[in-house]
């Protein structure tokens, strides 16, 4: 079992910046790909970036340019950082744990953390 504890969400105007980590616990040695997925009000969970355990790195086109993931194995935790924050952001960022690469049927998943952006 891994569990998965995310921090760092809260309100931001548009065009600010917000750190989020992911820290896991548990058996983490068949884990592959870590990352985030968010959801909207009314929407569906969407995939926003992923890291592998060898650092390749994905994103969705929506953040490409403004958010960075990053992934530390010795403490077993991820970050993502975004600037350049919009208003469509705003949502519950999960984060989310696979043995193979994320989907929406990743194994792992994170209790949540609101992103607010607006001004």
């Known amino acids: 079992q891994v569990q998965l504890v995310e921090s760092g969400g809260g309100w931001v105007q548009p065009g600010g910046s917000l750190r989020l980590s992911c820290v896991a616990s548990?058996?983490?040695?068949?884990?592959?790909?870590m990352g985030w997925y968010r959801q909207a009000p009314g929407k569906e969970r969407e995939f926003v970036a992923s890291?592998?355990?060898?650092?390749?790195?994905s994103y969705a086109d929506s953040v490409k340019g403004r958010f960075t993931i990053s992934r530390d194995n010795a403490k077993n935790t991820v970050h993502l950082q975004m600037n350049s924050l919009k208003t469509e952001d705003t949502g519950v960022y999960y984060c989310?744990?696979?043995?193979?690469?994320?989907?929406?049927?990743?194994?792992?998943w994170g209790q949540g953390t609101q992103v607010t952006v607006s001004s």
């Open positions: 890291v592998t355990w060898n650092s390749e790195t």
């Open positions: 548990g058996s983490m040695s068949g884990i592959y790909a």
């Open positions: 989310a744990a696979n043995p193979k690469a994320l989907t929406l049927r990743s194994a792992y």
